[in-house]
């Protein structure tokens, strides 16, 4: 994992001119992307259908692909709801309530939080919307001991990464979790809307082929989707050296380049993940879509100087829990304890 040194925002001066011309959607790669991203998957559900007289081994196996195609329609959702796919904010927002309805994620309201983690992310006082549950080492020592044991469980990487992404995308993102009474109508209302067309879609498609066929089609596919989609979003931010700083010294341009990491994934994997891993350069402009991201990377050595992490590096971060202010590093729990005394002294 490359350890990087916090630069002042200066370093980065002058990176808006640079990424405005990678802003611009292009009509034709968008439409492509939709047709082999939903085409992907419809055809790998009917090969699923069709292998269940094979046997369910089979299923499963073709679950893989299927997932990948999930999270790649994902990532169109994903930039529709920044505005960045098309150049029409109701193309934008068709497909993108198109595509919540097969990831079960209400457009409109994740669209509004997930704005918030961009505009807040790794401003330690904003914490709670659209990240993952961070402590600093101080507040988990001086946390009641339910508080340290719900903790410990959250952060477990069996939890993390195998439970928690299947209620979250399965139960909790049925409900308005989190909405503020100031947010627009349509945003809270959403999430009632897109549960009630994927009953509807539910509801047909049981009708064709069955409810049983349904649920072992299509339940393992948003499992493993829900799971690497949560890694995804886990490790381009949880990594040892990112950034996280008190409102006052926070810093946008700091937080994107170094509270956000390259992760060099194989090139099959960056294709079913759209991207995703140019998160640095995400983060710095939003606007731009996802099969621009590598080109502003690899263009500008600008967007070089951040954490890179490759699929072997990543796996160590697995372990990492809490954010020592002192070290302004994450660190695992057992760290954490051997900096006890330390702590309770400041």
């Not at 909405?179 to 509801?203: F, Q, R």
């Amino acid at each position: 994992m490359s350890k990087i040194k916090k630069n002042p925002t200066h370093e980065y001066s002058g990176w808006q001119s640079l990424v405005r011309k990678y802003q611009q959607p292009d009509l034709r790669k968008s439409m492509w992307q939709v047709v082999n991203s939903f085409g992907g998957l419809f055809l790998s559900l009917m090969l699923m259908y069709l292998s269940l007289s094979v046997g369910y081994w089979l299923t499963l196996l073709l679950a893989v692909p299927a997932a990948g195609f999930l999270v790649r329609i994902f990532i169109i959702q994903h930039d529709c709801g920044h505005g960045s796919f098309f150049r029409s904010r109701c193309a934008n927002n068709a497909v993108g309530i198109l595509s919540g309805l097969l990831t079960l994620v209400p457009y409109k309201f994740w669209r509004k939080t997930h704005a918030i983690h961009h505009a807040h992310h790794a401003e330690l006082e904003e914490r709670g919307i659209g990240d993952v549950w961070t402590m600093t080492v101080a507040e988990y020592l001086q946390a009641r001991w339910w508080k340290r044991v719900v903790y410990r469980v959250f952060r477990n990487p069996f939890f993390l990464f195998g439970i928690a992404p299947a209620i979250n995308f399965i139960i909790m993102q049925r409900l308005p979790v989190g909405v503020k009474k100031s947010w627009p109508t349509d945003e809270k209302t959403s999430v009632w809307w897109t549960n009630l067309a994927i009953a509807g879609w539910l509801a047909a498609a049981s009708a064709f082929v069955g409810l049983g066929a349904v649920l072992m089609v299509g339940l393992p596919v948003i499992v493993i989707a829900a799971s690497v989609g949560t890694w995804l979003f886990y490790v381009q931010h949880q990594f040892e050296r990112t950034y996280w700083e008190h409102t006052p010294q926070w810093d946008y341009t700091l937080a994107a380049m170094h509270g956000s990491s390259y992760y060099k994934l194989p090139s099959i994997l960056q294709w079913f993940t759209g991207n995703i891993g140019f998160h640095h350069i995400h983060h710095l402009s939003p606007r731009i879509p996802n099969y621009n991201l590598q080109q502003c990377h690899e263009e500008n050595p600008l967007f070089q100087r951040v954490a890179q992490l490759t699929l072997l590096s990543s796996l160590k971060t697995v372990l990492l829990a809490l954010w020592d202010e002192k070290q302004r590093r994450l660190v695992t729990f057992r760290e954490a304890l051997r900096s006890r005394p330390s702590v309770a002294a400041s």
